[in-house]
Nanobody, 121 residues
Framework: QVQLVESGGDLVQPGGSLRLSCAAS????????MGWYRQPPGKERELVAT???????NYADSVKGRFTISRDNAKNTVYLQMNSLKPEDTAVYYC???????????????WGKGTLVTVSS
């Protein structure tokens, strides 16, 4: 089995910073794209940022210039550096990865269980 585990969620003041991590583990052959999504209270899940296996990135307009996504392929880990946090960034943040396992012939999208980020004074 393959699983993704997020970490780093916390309570932080407006203007502060947090770094989220998501580690993939299991019988992994390769990982294609990875990303971060979030679901604010009472709202739908939305894309935050994605990164391809080659390092190309994409960001939602709401976080562009403040957040940075990166990955460490040797550790099967994706990171999200969040700076200048705002109260509207409060959400459960989910890790996402497209993974080819050693037992399958096709890529499968996996999701973590989420980590809570609360931005408040």
């Amino acid at each position: 089995q393959v699983q993704l585990v997020e970490s780093g969620g916390d309570l932080v003041q407006p203007g502060g910073s947090l770094r989220l991590s998501c580690a993939a583990s299991g019988s992994i052959f390769s990982i294609n794209a990875m990303g971060w999504y979030r679901q604010p209270p009472g709202k739908e899940r939305e894309l935050v940022a994605t990164i391809t296996s080659g390092g190309s990135t994409n960001y939602a307009d709401s976080v562009k210039g403040r957040f940075t996504i990166s990955r460490d392929n040797a550790k099967n880990t994706v990171y999200l550096q969040m700076n200048s946090l705002k109260p509207e960034d409060t959400a459960v943040y989910y890790c996402n990865a497209v993974i080819l396992t050693r037992a399958n012939l096709r890529y499968i999208t996996y999701w973590g269980k989420g980590t809570l980020v609360t931005v408040s004074s």
